[in-house]
Protein backbone atom coordinates (compact mmCIF):
# COMPACT_ATOMS: atom_id res chain seq x y z
CA UNK A 1 0.00 0.00 0.00
CA UNK A 2 1.41 3.25 -0.36
CA UNK A 3 2.19 5.31 2.34
CA UNK A 4 0.54 8.98 2.23
CA UNK A 5 -0.17 11.20 5.01
CA UNK A 6 -3.64 11.60 5.34
CA UNK A 7 -3.71 11.48 9.13
CA UNK A 8 -6.12 14.50 9.67
CA UNK A 9 -4.63 15.99 12.33
CA UNK A 10 -6.91 19.39 13.08
CA UNK A 11 -5.56 20.48 16.12
CA UNK A 12 -2.02 20.49 17.42
CA UNK A 13 -1.23 21.22 20.97
CA UNK A 14 1.02 22.46 23.80
CA UNK A 15 2.83 19.41 24.79
CA UNK A 16 2.12 15.96 22.31
CA UNK A 17 2.92 18.07 19.03
CA UNK A 18 4.90 21.00 20.17
CA UNK A 19 8.23 21.34 19.29
CA UNK A 20 10.66 18.08 19.64
CA UNK A 21 14.04 17.02 18.26
CA UNK A 22 14.62 13.33 17.57
CA UNK A 23 16.98 11.87 20.13
CA UNK A 24 17.00 15.17 22.59
CA UNK A 25 14.92 12.83 25.18
CA UNK A 26 17.59 9.86 24.77
CA UNK A 27 20.28 12.72 25.00
CA UNK A 28 19.45 13.95 28.11
CA UNK A 29 18.10 10.92 29.97
CA UNK A 30 21.38 9.43 29.59
CA UNK A 31 22.89 11.89 31.68
CA UNK A 32 20.30 11.48 34.29
CA UNK A 33 20.56 9.45 37.08
CA UNK A 34 17.36 6.32 36.83
CA UNK A 35 16.02 7.85 40.18
CA UNK A 36 15.87 11.65 38.65
CA UNK A 37 14.31 10.26 35.36
CA UNK A 38 11.62 8.25 37.84
CA UNK A 39 11.34 12.17 40.24
CA UNK A 40 10.02 13.71 36.43
CA UNK A 41 8.20 11.17 35.49
CA UNK A 42 5.98 11.33 38.68
CA UNK A 43 5.92 14.81 39.25
CA UNK A 44 4.25 15.10 36.28
CA UNK A 45 1.74 13.01 36.98
CA UNK A 46 1.38 11.26 33.76
CA UNK A 47 -0.84 8.73 33.63
CA UNK A 48 -1.62 5.70 31.07
CA UNK A 49 -3.23 7.01 28.07
CA UNK A 50 -4.36 3.25 26.94
CA UNK A 51 -7.73 4.05 28.54
CA UNK A 52 -6.72 2.98 32.06
CA UNK A 53 -5.05 5.50 33.19
CA UNK A 54 -2.62 3.54 35.77
CA UNK A 55 0.27 6.10 37.18
CA UNK A 56 3.64 5.23 34.73
CA UNK A 57 5.73 6.11 37.22
CA UNK A 58 4.20 3.50 39.32
CA UNK A 59 4.50 1.04 37.20
CA UNK A 60 8.28 2.03 35.76
CA UNK A 61 9.25 2.28 39.80
CA UNK A 62 7.74 -2.12 39.93
CA UNK A 63 9.39 -3.07 36.94
CA UNK A 64 12.77 -1.35 37.77
CA UNK A 65 12.60 -2.80 41.43
CA UNK A 66 12.02 -6.18 40.51
CA UNK A 67 14.79 -8.65 40.52
CA UNK A 68 15.45 -10.48 37.26
CA UNK A 69 18.24 -11.00 34.83
CA UNK A 70 15.92 -9.02 31.34
CA UNK A 71 13.30 -7.03 31.52
CA UNK A 72 11.65 -5.53 28.42
CA UNK A 73 9.67 -2.63 27.72
CA UNK A 74 6.49 -3.08 25.21
CA UNK A 75 4.87 -0.28 23.31
CA UNK A 76 1.48 -1.21 22.67
CA UNK A 77 0.53 0.00 19.36
CA UNK A 78 -2.83 -2.44 18.71
CA UNK A 79 -5.09 0.73 18.51
CA UNK A 80 -8.23 -1.44 18.50
CA UNK A 81 -11.09 1.06 20.19
CA UNK A 82 -13.78 1.24 17.90
CA UNK A 83 -13.17 5.59 16.90
CA UNK A 84 -9.71 5.34 18.32
CA UNK A 85 -7.09 6.57 15.86
CA UNK A 86 -4.98 8.94 17.32
CA UNK A 87 -1.69 6.77 17.92
CA UNK A 88 -1.26 6.15 14.08
CA UNK A 89 -0.85 9.67 13.46
CA UNK A 90 2.05 9.27 16.56
CA UNK A 91 3.45 6.30 14.38
CA UNK A 92 3.60 8.49 11.18
CA UNK A 93 4.24 12.03 11.93
CA UNK A 94 6.20 11.23 15.06
CA UNK A 95 7.85 8.09 15.16
CA UNK A 96 10.99 9.97 17.26
CA UNK A 97 8.51 10.71 20.36
CA UNK A 98 7.59 7.27 20.16
CA UNK A 99 10.71 5.67 20.03
CA UNK A 100 12.63 7.40 22.37
CA UNK A 101 10.26 7.21 25.03
CA UNK A 102 10.73 3.73 24.66
CA UNK A 103 15.01 4.20 24.72
CA UNK A 104 14.16 6.50 27.99
CA UNK A 105 12.23 3.62 29.61
CA UNK A 106 14.51 0.78 29.19
CA UNK A 107 17.43 2.70 30.38
CA UNK A 108 15.19 3.85 33.50
CA UNK A 109 14.17 0.07 34.16
CA UNK A 110 17.11 -1.86 33.49
CA UNK A 111 15.60 -3.38 29.96
CA UNK A 112 17.91 -4.06 26.90
CA UNK A 113 14.68 -4.79 24.31
CA UNK A 114 11.78 -3.01 23.62
CA UNK A 115 9.16 -4.63 21.38
CA UNK A 116 6.00 -2.44 19.57
CA UNK A 117 3.05 -4.45 19.04
CA UNK A 118 1.81 -2.74 15.58
CA UNK A 119 -2.41 -3.27 15.54
CA UNK A 120 -2.15 -5.39 11.90
CA UNK A 121 -4.11 -3.04 9.88
CA UNK A 122 -1.03 -0.82 10.78
CA UNK A 123 0.97 -2.97 8.37
CA UNK A 124 1.47 -0.01 5.97
CA UNK A 125 3.75 1.54 8.28
CA UNK A 126 6.14 -1.23 9.08
CA UNK A 127 8.66 0.07 6.26
CA UNK A 128 8.27 3.67 7.45
CA UNK A 129 8.57 2.41 10.84
CA UNK A 130 11.75 0.23 10.81
CA UNK A 131 13.64 3.05 8.20
CA UNK A 132 12.86 5.37 11.66
CA UNK A 133 15.34 2.31 13.45
CA UNK A 134 17.61 2.40 10.88
CA UNK A 135 18.38 6.11 11.15
CA UNK A 136 17.95 6.22 14.91
CA UNK A 137 21.21 2.60 14.97
CA UNK A 138 22.91 4.51 12.11
CA UNK A 139 23.12 8.09 14.89
CA UNK A 140 23.89 5.91 18.01
CA UNK A 141 20.54 6.24 19.65
CA UNK A 142 20.00 2.53 19.41
CA UNK A 143 22.32 -0.51 19.35
CA UNK A 144 25.21 -1.30 21.92
CA UNK A 145 26.55 1.91 24.15
CA UNK A 146 24.09 4.50 22.98
CA UNK A 147 25.98 7.66 22.52
CA UNK A 148 28.97 6.07 23.09
CA UNK A 149 28.03 5.33 26.85
CA UNK A 150 29.47 1.78 28.24
CA UNK A 151 26.88 -0.85 29.34
CA UNK A 152 23.55 1.15 27.67
CA UNK A 153 22.10 -0.97 25.29
CA UNK A 154 19.02 -1.32 23.82
CA UNK A 155 16.97 -2.55 20.73
CA UNK A 156 13.63 -1.98 19.24
CA UNK A 157 11.81 -4.83 17.12
CA UNK A 158 8.02 -4.45 15.54
CA UNK A 159 5.56 -7.24 15.77
CA UNK A 160 2.30 -7.44 14.20
CA UNK A 161 -0.86 -7.77 15.44
CA UNK A 162 -3.59 -9.72 13.66
CA UNK A 163 -6.52 -8.34 14.43
CA UNK A 164 -8.46 -9.29 17.29
CA UNK A 165 -9.32 -6.50 20.43
CA UNK A 166 -8.87 -8.46 22.88
CA UNK A 167 -4.79 -8.60 22.06
CA UNK A 168 -4.80 -5.04 23.27
CA UNK A 169 -5.25 -5.60 26.19
CA UNK A 170 -1.58 -5.85 28.04
CA UNK A 171 -1.44 -9.75 28.65
CA UNK A 172 -3.33 -11.06 25.75
CA UNK A 173 -0.59 -8.87 23.79
CA UNK A 174 2.11 -10.96 26.01
CA UNK A 175 0.56 -13.99 25.05
CA UNK A 176 0.34 -13.28 21.58
CA UNK A 177 3.71 -11.99 21.45
CA UNK A 178 4.96 -15.07 22.80
CA UNK A 179 3.19 -17.25 19.63
CA UNK A 180 0.11 -18.35 21.75
CA UNK A 181 -3.72 -17.38 21.11
CA UNK A 182 -4.13 -13.80 22.78
CA UNK A 183 -6.12 -14.60 25.58
CA UNK A 184 -6.01 -12.49 28.99
CA UNK A 185 -3.93 -13.93 31.71
CA UNK A 186 -5.27 -14.13 35.65
CA UNK A 187 -3.73 -11.03 37.23
CA UNK A 188 -1.87 -11.01 39.64
CA UNK A 189 0.33 -11.88 38.92
CA UNK A 190 0.97 -8.35 37.03
CA UNK A 191 3.62 -8.06 33.69
CA UNK A 192 5.45 -5.49 35.97
CA UNK A 193 6.47 -8.60 37.73
CA UNK A 194 5.89 -11.56 34.88
CA UNK A 195 5.22 -9.81 31.89
CA UNK A 196 6.94 -11.34 27.97
CA UNK A 197 8.08 -14.72 28.85
CA UNK A 198 7.69 -14.57 32.83
CA UNK A 199 10.13 -11.33 32.94
CA UNK A 200 9.40 -8.05 34.31
CA UNK A 201 7.49 -5.82 31.73
CA UNK A 202 6.65 -2.52 31.02
CA UNK A 203 3.38 -2.16 28.75
CA UNK A 204 3.10 1.23 27.93
CA UNK A 205 0.37 2.99 24.83
CA UNK A 206 2.16 4.95 22.36
CA UNK A 207 0.72 8.54 23.35
CA UNK A 208 2.03 7.62 27.04
CA UNK A 209 5.61 6.99 25.59
CA UNK A 210 5.63 9.68 23.48
CA UNK A 211 4.61 11.82 26.26
CA UNK A 212 7.80 10.82 28.86
CA UNK A 213 9.82 12.48 25.57
CA UNK A 214 8.76 15.73 26.04
CA UNK A 215 9.01 15.31 29.86
CA UNK A 216 12.37 14.59 29.85
CA UNK A 217 13.52 17.28 27.18
CA UNK A 218 11.04 19.56 29.01
CA UNK A 219 10.72 18.44 33.10
CA UNK A 220 7.34 17.53 35.15
CA UNK A 221 6.48 20.94 36.03
CA UNK A 222 5.70 22.24 32.29
CA UNK A 223 4.03 18.99 31.43
CA UNK A 224 1.41 19.71 34.20
CA UNK A 225 0.55 22.90 33.46
CA UNK A 226 -1.81 22.23 31.11
CA UNK A 227 -4.66 19.68 32.22
CA UNK A 228 -6.29 19.02 36.15
CA UNK A 229 -5.09 17.99 39.15
CA UNK A 230 -5.97 14.82 38.46
CA UNK A 231 -5.18 14.60 35.05
CA UNK A 232 -2.03 15.88 33.71
CA UNK A 233 -0.92 17.07 30.43
CA UNK A 234 -2.84 17.46 27.22
CA UNK A 235 -4.55 14.52 25.40
CA UNK A 236 -5.10 13.32 21.65
CA UNK A 237 -8.48 12.75 20.67
CA UNK A 238 -9.79 10.69 17.98
CA UNK A 239 -12.98 12.86 16.60
CA UNK A 240 -15.63 10.84 14.03
CA UNK A 241 -18.78 10.87 13.54
CA UNK A 242 -21.69 13.47 12.97
CA UNK A 243 -19.36 16.86 13.17
CA UNK A 244 -17.73 19.41 10.48
CA UNK A 245 -14.36 18.63 11.56
CA UNK A 246 -13.05 14.92 12.26
CA UNK A 247 -9.70 14.49 12.94
CA UNK A 248 -7.18 13.88 16.27
CA UNK A 249 -7.40 16.91 17.76
CA UNK A 250 -4.74 18.08 21.03
CA UNK A 251 -6.64 19.16 23.80
CA UNK A 252 -6.26 19.77 27.23
CA UNK A 253 -7.62 17.38 30.10
CA UNK A 254 -10.38 18.47 31.68
CA UNK A 255 -11.77 20.19 28.02
CA UNK A 256 -15.63 20.01 28.64
CA UNK A 257 -17.39 18.34 26.07
CA UNK A 258 -19.83 21.19 25.20
CA UNK A 259 -16.49 23.18 24.47
CA UNK A 260 -14.87 20.11 21.94
CA UNK A 261 -18.40 19.87 19.90
CA UNK A 262 -17.62 23.69 18.95
CA UNK A 263 -14.08 23.02 18.09
CA UNK A 264 -14.90 20.55 16.02
CA UNK A 265 -18.46 22.31 14.28
CA UNK A 266 -20.64 19.80 15.82
CA UNK A 267 -24.24 20.60 15.03
CA UNK A 268 -27.77 19.46 16.62
CA UNK A 269 -25.81 16.74 18.61
CA UNK A 270 -27.47 14.14 20.08
CA UNK A 271 -25.31 12.22 22.24
CA UNK A 272 -21.48 11.57 22.75
CA UNK A 273 -19.87 8.46 22.96
CA UNK A 274 -16.98 8.86 25.00
CA UNK A 275 -14.21 6.08 25.39
CA UNK A 276 -14.86 3.95 21.92
CA UNK A 277 -17.69 1.33 21.97
CA UNK A 278 -16.22 0.14 26.01
CA UNK A 279 -17.05 3.68 26.78
CA UNK A 280 -20.10 5.55 27.95
CA UNK A 281 -22.59 7.43 26.25
CA UNK A 282 -23.13 10.87 27.38
CA UNK A 283 -26.43 12.64 26.72
CA UNK A 284 -27.35 16.40 25.88
CA UNK A 285 -28.08 17.16 29.42
CA UNK A 286 -24.55 16.30 30.24
CA UNK A 287 -22.76 17.86 27.68
CA UNK A 288 -21.28 20.22 30.89
CA UNK A 289 -19.15 17.35 31.77
CA UNK A 290 -15.39 17.47 31.63
CA UNK A 291 -12.81 14.53 29.49
CA UNK A 292 -10.46 13.92 32.29
CA UNK A 293 -10.01 10.56 34.53
CA UNK A 294 -11.83 12.09 37.15
CA UNK A 295 -15.01 12.49 35.04
CA UNK A 296 -15.76 11.39 31.36
CA UNK A 297 -12.38 9.15 31.08
CA UNK A 298 -11.11 8.03 27.66
CA UNK A 299 -8.74 6.77 25.98
CA UNK A 300 -9.04 9.25 22.97
CA UNK A 301 -12.11 7.93 20.88
CA UNK A 302 -14.36 10.13 20.61
CA UNK A 303 -17.92 9.57 18.50
CA UNK A 304 -20.85 11.99 17.70
CA UNK A 305 -24.35 11.68 17.49
CA UNK A 306 -26.42 14.02 16.23
CA UNK A 307 -30.75 14.25 15.95
CA UNK A 308 -30.99 11.81 13.31
CA UNK A 309 -29.38 8.83 14.72
CA UNK A 310 -30.78 5.67 16.14
CA UNK A 311 -29.61 4.86 19.24
CA UNK A 312 -31.06 1.53 19.58
CA UNK A 313 -29.56 0.71 16.46
CA UNK A 314 -25.98 1.97 17.50
CA UNK A 315 -26.28 -0.12 20.56
CA UNK A 316 -26.91 -3.07 18.85
CA UNK A 317 -23.78 -2.37 16.50
CA UNK A 318 -21.51 -1.75 20.01
CA UNK A 319 -22.80 -4.98 20.78
CA UNK A 320 -22.58 -6.86 18.08
CA UNK A 321 -18.54 -5.85 18.26
CA UNK A 322 -18.49 -7.17 21.48
CA UNK A 323 -19.75 -10.50 20.58
CA UNK A 324 -17.60 -11.15 17.69
CA UNK A 325 -14.35 -9.64 19.68
CA UNK A 326 -15.03 -11.65 23.24
CA UNK A 327 -12.37 -14.34 23.39
CA UNK A 328 -14.61 -16.66 25.15
CA UNK A 329 -12.59 -17.58 28.15
CA UNK A 330 -14.96 -16.71 30.61
CA UNK A 331 -18.68 -17.01 31.19
CA UNK A 332 -19.85 -13.72 32.26
CA UNK A 333 -18.21 -12.04 28.85
CA UNK A 334 -19.04 -14.87 26.64
CA UNK A 335 -22.43 -15.94 27.49
CA UNK A 336 -23.38 -12.36 28.89
CA UNK A 337 -22.86 -10.05 25.73
CA UNK A 338 -24.93 -12.82 23.48
CA UNK A 339 -27.40 -11.86 26.32
CA UNK A 340 -27.20 -8.68 26.22
CA UNK A 341 -27.42 -8.69 22.51
CA UNK A 342 -30.77 -11.02 22.05
CA UNK A 343 -32.24 -8.03 24.68
CA UNK A 344 -31.53 -5.61 21.77
CA UNK A 345 -33.12 -7.87 19.26
CA UNK A 346 -36.27 -8.01 21.20
CA UNK A 347 -36.11 -4.52 22.10
CA UNK A 348 -36.45 -4.14 18.67
CA UNK A 349 -39.03 -6.41 17.93
CA UNK A 350 -41.13 -4.79 20.63
CA UNK A 351 -41.01 -8.27 22.35
CA UNK A 352 -40.02 -7.43 26.00
CA UNK A 353 -41.38 -6.72 29.73
CA UNK A 354 -39.09 -4.03 31.74
CA UNK A 355 -38.73 -6.53 34.39
CA UNK A 356 -36.77 -8.50 31.78
CA UNK A 357 -34.64 -5.21 30.40
CA UNK A 358 -34.09 -3.98 34.13
CA UNK A 359 -32.49 -7.87 34.80
CA UNK A 360 -30.62 -7.40 31.78
CA UNK A 361 -28.91 -3.90 33.43
CA UNK A 362 -28.16 -6.62 36.45
CA UNK A 363 -26.28 -8.76 34.14
CA UNK A 364 -24.36 -5.71 32.63
CA UNK A 365 -23.49 -4.79 36.34
CA UNK A 366 -22.34 -8.34 37.21
CA UNK A 367 -20.03 -8.62 33.98
CA UNK A 368 -18.40 -5.27 34.63
CA UNK A 369 -17.38 -7.27 38.38
CA UNK A 370 -16.75 -10.67 37.55
CA UNK A 371 -15.32 -10.72 34.02
CA UNK A 372 -12.14 -11.71 34.12
CA UNK A 373 -10.81 -8.82 31.97
CA UNK A 374 -11.45 -5.25 30.89
CA UNK A 375 -13.63 -6.21 27.71
CA UNK A 376 -16.36 -7.73 29.19
CA UNK A 377 -15.81 -5.52 32.48
CA UNK A 378 -16.78 -2.54 30.04
CA UNK A 379 -18.61 -4.27 27.20
CA UNK A 380 -21.81 -3.81 29.41
CA UNK A 381 -21.15 0.53 29.68
CA UNK A 382 -22.75 1.02 26.14
CA UNK A 383 -25.83 -0.91 27.28
CA UNK A 384 -26.60 0.76 30.40
CA UNK A 385 -25.57 4.10 29.29
CA UNK A 386 -28.05 4.18 25.90
CA UNK A 387 -30.86 2.16 27.95
CA UNK A 388 -30.56 4.57 30.29
CA UNK A 389 -29.99 8.17 29.23
CA UNK A 390 -32.07 7.32 26.00
CA UNK A 391 -34.94 5.33 27.07
CA UNK A 392 -37.71 7.79 26.08
CA UNK A 393 -36.65 7.51 22.57
CA UNK A 394 -36.05 3.53 22.57
CA UNK A 395 -38.82 2.67 24.33
CA UNK A 396 -41.36 4.37 23.18
CA UNK A 397 -40.65 3.89 19.47
CA UNK A 398 -40.20 0.09 20.40
CA UNK A 399 -43.23 0.46 23.11
CA UNK A 400 -45.11 -3.11 22.25
CA UNK A 401 -43.36 -4.64 25.10
CA UNK A 402 -45.57 -5.37 27.94
CA UNK A 403 -44.78 -2.97 30.48
CA UNK A 404 -44.01 -4.21 34.22
CA UNK A 405 -42.68 -1.34 35.92
CA UNK A 406 -40.29 0.93 35.07
CA UNK A 407 -37.15 0.58 32.45
C1 LIG B 1 -9.97 -5.26 25.38
C2 LIG B 1 -8.88 -4.28 25.62
C3 LIG B 1 -8.23 -3.68 24.55
C4 LIG B 1 -7.21 -2.77 24.78
N1 LIG B 1 -6.62 -2.19 23.70
C5 LIG B 1 -5.59 -1.33 23.90
C6 LIG B 1 -4.93 -0.74 22.80
O1 LIG B 1 -5.27 -0.99 21.63
N2 LIG B 1 -3.91 0.11 23.04
C7 LIG B 1 -3.50 0.40 24.34
O2 LIG B 1 -2.56 1.15 24.53
N3 LIG B 1 -4.12 -0.12 25.39
C8 LIG B 1 -5.15 -0.99 25.21
N4 LIG B 1 -5.74 -1.56 26.30
C9 LIG B 1 -5.20 -1.25 27.64
C10 LIG B 1 -4.00 -2.13 27.96
O3 LIG B 1 -4.44 -3.33 28.58
C11 LIG B 1 -3.03 -1.46 28.93
O4 LIG B 1 -3.74 -0.95 30.02
C12 LIG B 1 -2.24 -0.31 28.30
O5 LIG B 1 -1.60 -0.70 27.14
C13 LIG B 1 -1.22 0.18 29.31
O6 LIG B 1 -0.52 1.27 28.80
P1 LIG B 1 -0.67 2.72 29.47
O7 LIG B 1 -0.46 2.54 30.94
O8 LIG B 1 0.41 3.52 28.84
O9 LIG B 1 -2.03 3.21 29.14
C14 LIG B 1 -6.81 -2.46 26.11
C15 LIG B 1 -7.46 -3.06 27.18
C16 LIG B 1 -8.49 -3.93 26.95
C17 LIG B 1 -9.18 -4.55 28.13
S1 LIG C 1 -13.72 -10.81 29.76
FE1 LIG C 1 -14.16 -11.57 27.69
S2 LIG C 1 -12.35 -11.11 26.52
FE2 LIG C 1 -11.79 -10.97 28.70
S3 LIG C 1 -11.07 -13.01 29.26
FE3 LIG C 1 -13.25 -13.01 29.67
S4 LIG C 1 -14.16 -13.80 27.75
FE4 LIG C 1 -12.08 -13.19 27.27
Not at 211 to 227: C, D, L, R, T, Y
Not at 241 to 266: F, N, R
Not at 348 to 373: D, H
Request: charge should be neutral; charged fraction near 25%.
Amino acid sequence: MEFTKTNNKKRTGPVLFSEYCAGDAVKKAINLSREDILFEIKNSGLKGRGGAGFPTATKWMLTAAANADEKFIVCNADEGEPGTFKDRVLLLEYPELVFDGMVVAGYTIGAKTGIVYLRGEYEYMLESLENHLTVMRNDHLLGKNILGREGIDFEIRIRLGSGAYVCGEETALIESLEGCRGEPRNRPPYPVNTGYLDYPTVVNNVETLSSVSHIIVKNGEWFKKNGTNKSTGSKLFSVSGDCGKPGVYELPWGTKIDVLLEIVEAKNTKAVQVGGASGVCIPKSQFDRTLAYEDAATGGSIIIFNESRDMLKILKNFMEFFVEESCGQCTPCRVGNIKLMEGITKIENGNYTFAYINTLKELGKTMQVASKCGLGQSSPNAFISILENFKEEIFNTNGKGISYGKA
